[in-house]
């Protein structure tokens, strides 16, 4: 069976062995997020915005440590440096400031 879309496409794949789109031409925006130039995404700054939040979110509700020492991390390099086995992390609720104080009056109260 084939696929439609691949048909639809012009996909030869004894035109380029081992490319994952043979037929493509490269742009220069293929690699930039959101893209670039006529075809730049027009929600681009929203989305950037809307990922800071969410990550600053996320650090205000959750501690983040790493799950090995420091030292177990390998980096890799290539178009970009990441790690080289991925990034374990413990991740833990903290306790928000309200709850702090209202721990500690409790626990004063009781004493």
Known sequence: MCCVMMVHAGYQPDAARGALYPN?????????????????????????????????????R???????????????????????NGMMTRVTKRQLVQQQQQAELAAATTV
Not at 38 to 44: N, P, S
Not at 75 to 81: D, R, S
């Open 24 to 60: 493509e031409v490269a742009s220069d925006f293929a690699f930039i997020p959101f893209g670039g130039g006529a075809r730049k995404c027009v929600g681009d700054q929203f989305a950037l915005f809307e990922a800071t939040v969410a990550f600053a979110m996320l650090l205000r």
């Open 62 to 84: 959750y501690q983040f440590r790493l799950a090995v020492p420091a030292e177990q991390v390998g980096m890799a390099t290539g178009a970009t440096i990441h790690t080289a």
